[in-house]
C-alpha cells in the first residue's frame, strides 16, 4: 500500500512496514533567499526486526546532505541501519502528456524548431510553430536530437523519497520527525501607506510568500525567517525558535541573531502561487511630513517628499520588527487611496525610526551647480557648491539637503542667506543641513569641502 498524499510519508516497502498517522505536523521554515526547510513528525508502526520505512514525497532540490530522521524518544529497542535518497523519475509517456499546450525548443537534424504542442501520438507531434502564420506541423517524435523546455509542468515532478533501514526490537509504535533543507520558496514584507495629513497616515504590512518548487504544501505551520542565513543541518538550532504564538496576527522574536516570524494557523500553499498572510492590521500613525534634496548629481535636482516615524511612539506597532520589503504609498484614503509612489524599507528592529519616500514635491525645485574647485596640493583639493530651492506654495517650507561625499572629507565653511549654518547630522559619507525656503520665493546653500587622499 503506497500513499499518495502529500505528508503521510511511510508505505509499504519490502517488508509489511504499516503506517498510521493520528498526529501530522508539518513545519515549514521559509528564509528569504529561496531556502525552506521541511520537517514532519508522524506515527510509524514498527514490527519486530528489520523493515524499511519511506518518507515521500521530499521537495525537487533538497539538499542531500541535509535529510535528518530521528525518534523523538531515545529508544535502544529501535537501530537505524542506513538512509537511502532516491531522486524523482518519470515515464516519458506520462511527461508527453502533460506537456500538451507547453511552448518547447528542440533540434530536428540541423534545425532548430519553436513552437507549443497541440497534439501527441505515439509516433508524432502536432506543433504550432513559434510564428504570426496560422499553421499546423507535423514531426516524427523518433527525430529529435535533444528536446528544451523551460520548466516541467504541474504534475511532472514525479516523487523523491527518503528510505530509513531500521531494525526494531519488537513491535511498537513511535512518532518519527524527518527533515531537510531545500529551495523553492521566498517571502518578503508588503507594507501599505495611507498620507490622512502631514501628521498622520495609516499603516499596514502583510507577509507575501511566494511556492516556487513546483510541490502543494497543504496545512502546514509556518514560520519565515528574516536574515542572511548560513546554509545550516543542524536540527536541534532549529527546534530552539520556540513554539508558535497564538493569536490573530504573525508574532515575531528574535531569534539566533535573526527575525523569526511565526503564523499562528495552519496555511496552504499551492504550487506555484503567492499567498499573503497578514502581519499587522490598518493602524493610524502620527510622524511628520519633510522634503528632501539627496544625492542632487544634476543640475535639476528632484525634492523629494518622505514621512517621518517612529514605531516606538505607537503600543500597537512599538514591539514589532520591520523586515526588508516594498511600501505603497496612497496619498489618500478615499474609495481605498490613490496610488502615489513605492519605496523599499531596510530591515528595521522593534521601536526604530522610519523615513518612507513617498514622492516628489511638485511646487519645489533645485539647482545644483559647482562653483569653485582647486588643487591644494597632491593629495588635496577643496571644491565648492551652491544649492538653490526655489518655492512656489503659498507657506514657508523647511527643506533638508542631503549630500553624498566619499573618501576623506571635512566641511570648511557653509552658508546661506542668513549666514553660517551649522551641520544636522553627518556620517562619513553624508553631511545633511535644514534650510527654511519662504512661499514664493528662494533660499540657497553653499558649502566649501575639502578632500584628502
Same mark, same amino acid.
Given at each position: 500500500m503506497r500513499s499518495w498524499f502529500w505528508g503521510i510519508g511511510c508505505c509499504l516497502l519490502c517488508w509489511q512496514t504499516v503506517v498510521s498517522a493520528p498526529i501530522r505536523d508539518v513545519r515549514l521554515t521559509v528564509y528569504t533567499r529561496d531556502l525552506l526547510q521541511y520537517t514532519e513528525t508522524l506515527i510509524v508502526d514498527f514490527r519486530d526486526g528489520e523493515q524499511i520505512v +519511506?518518507?515521500?514525497?521530499?521537495?525537487?532540490?533538497?539538499? &542531500?546532505?541535509?535529510?535528518?530522521?530521528?525518534?523523538?524518544?531515545?529508544?535502544?529497542? %529501535?537501530?537505524?541501519? +542506513?538512509?537511502?535518497? !532516491?531522486?524523482?523519475?518519470?515515464? /516519458?509517456?506520462?511527461?508527453?502528456?502533460?506537456?500538451?499546450?507547453?511552448? /518547447?525548443?528542440?533540434?530536428?537534424?540541423?534545425?532548430?524548431?519553436?513552437?507549443? /504542442?497541440?497534439?501527441? +501520438?505515439? $509516433?508524432?507531434?502536432? =506543433?504550432?510553430?513559434?510564428?504570426t502564420l496560422p499553421r499546423v506541423e507535423l514531426l516524427?517524435? $523518433?527525430?529529435?536530437?535533444? %528536446?528544451?523546455?523551460?520548466?516541467?509542468? #504541474?504534475?511532472?515532478?514525479?516523487?523523491?523519497? =527518503?528510505?530509513?533501514? !531500521?531494525?526494531?526490537?519488537?513491535?511498537?509504535?513511535?512518532?518519527?520527525?524527518?527533515?531537510?533543507?531545500?529551495?523553492?520558496?521566498? @517571502?518578503?514584507?508588503?507594507?501599505?501607506? @495611507?498620507?490622512?495629513?502631514? *501628521?498622520?497616515?495609516?499603516?499596514?504590512?502583510?507577509? +507575501?510568500?511566494? *511556492?516556487?518548487?513546483?510541490?502543494?504544501?497543504p496545512d502546514v505551520q509556518l514560520t519565515l525567517v528574516a536574515g542572511d542565513v548560513g546554509l545550516s543541518t543542524d536540527q536541534e538550532t532549529n527546534q530552539k525558535v520556540g513554539a508558535a504564538v497564538t493569536g490573530k496576527n504573525a508574532s515575531s522574536n528574535a531569534w539566533q541573531g535573526y527575525q523569526k516570524f511565526e503564523i499562528p494557523q495552519k496555511v496552504d500553499i499551492d504550487a506555484g502561487s503567492t499567498?499573503?498572510?497578514?502581519?499587522?492590521?490598518?493602524?493610524?500613525?502620527?510622524?511628520?511630513?519633510?522634503? !528632501? #534634496?539627496?544625492?542632487?548629481?544634476?543640475?535639476?535636482?528632484?525634492?523629494?517628499?518622505?514621512? #517621518?516615524?517612529?514605531?516606538?511612539?505607537?503600543?500597537?506597532?512599538?514591539?514589532?520588527?520591520?523586515? @526588508?520589503?516594498?511600501?505603497? !504609498?496612497?496619498?489618500?484614503? &478615499? $474609495?481605498?487611496?490613490?496610488f502615489a509612489g513605492e519605496d523599499y524599507l531596510p530591515a528595521m528592529p522593534a521601536g526604530s525610526e522610519f523615513a518612507v519616500r513617498t514622492g516628489t514635491a511638485f511646487s519645489l525645485r533645485a539647482h545644483k551647480e559647482r562653483t569653485h574647485y582647486r588643487r591644494l596640493s597632491r593629495n588635496e583639493s577643496e571644491e565648492s557648491v551652491r544649492i538653490l530651492v526655489s518655492n512656489a506654495t503659498t507657506k514657508t517650507v523647511p527643506v533638508i539637503l542631503r549630500e553624498m561625499l566619499f573618501g576623506s572629507w571635512q566641511i570648511v565653511t557653509a552658508t546661506n542667506s542668513t549666514g553660517a549654518i551649522a551641520l544636522q547630522r553627518s556620517d562619513a559619507t553624508m553631511a545633511e543641513w535644514k534650510i527654511q525656503v519662504p512661499a514664493g520665493g528662494e533660499e540657497y546653500l553653499v558649502y566649501t569641502v575639502r578632500y584628502q587622499r
Open positions: +519511506s518518507f515521500e514525497p521530499v521537495l525537487p532540490g533538497a539538499f &542531500v546532505s541535509s535529510l535528518r530522521i530521528e525518534p523523538l524518544r531515545s529508544l535502544k529497542e %529501535l537501530l537505524p541501519l +542506513s538512509t537511502r535518497f !532516491v531522486p524523482s523519475e518519470f515515464e /516519458i509517456a506520462d511527461l508527453w502528456k502533460q506537456y500538451r499546450g507547453q511552448w /518547447i525548443s528542440f533540434q530536428q537534424g540541423n534545425e532548430r524548431v519553436e513552437g507549443k /504542442i497541440l497534439h501527441i +501520438s505515439d $509516433n508524432h507531434l502536432f =506543433l504550432q510553430p513559434d510564428t516524427d517524435k $523518433n527525430s529529435f536530437n535533444w %528536446l528544451s523546455f523551460d520548466t516541467l509542468p #504541474v504534475g511532472a515532478q514525479g516523487v523523491s523519497k =527518503l528510505l530509513w533501514k !531500521v531494525r526494531s526490537d519488537g513491535s511498537r509504535r513511535e512518532p518519527i520527525r524527518f527533515s531537510y533543507l531545500a529551495p523553492g520558496a521566498n @517571502w518578503r514584507a508588503a507594507y501599505h501607506l @495611507w498620507k490622512i495629513d502631514a *501628521n498622520h497616515a495609516e499603516l499596514q504590512s502583510d507577509f +507575501s510568500l511566494e *511556492n516556487t518548487s513546483g510541490t502543494s504544501l499567498l499573503q498572510l497578514p502581519y499587522f492590521p490598518r493602524t493610524r500613525i502620527e510622524g511628520r511630513e519633510q522634503y !528632501v #534634496v539627496e544625492e542632487a548629481t544634476t543640475q535639476s535636482a528632484p525634492v523629494f517628499t518622505e514621512f #517621518v516615524f517612529s514605531l516606538a511612539k505607537h503600543s500597537a506597532l512599538g514591539s514589532k520588527a520591520m523586515p @526588508w520589503g516594498e511600501i505603497t !504609498v496612497y496619498g489618500d484614503t &478615499v $474609495n481605498g487611496g490613490t
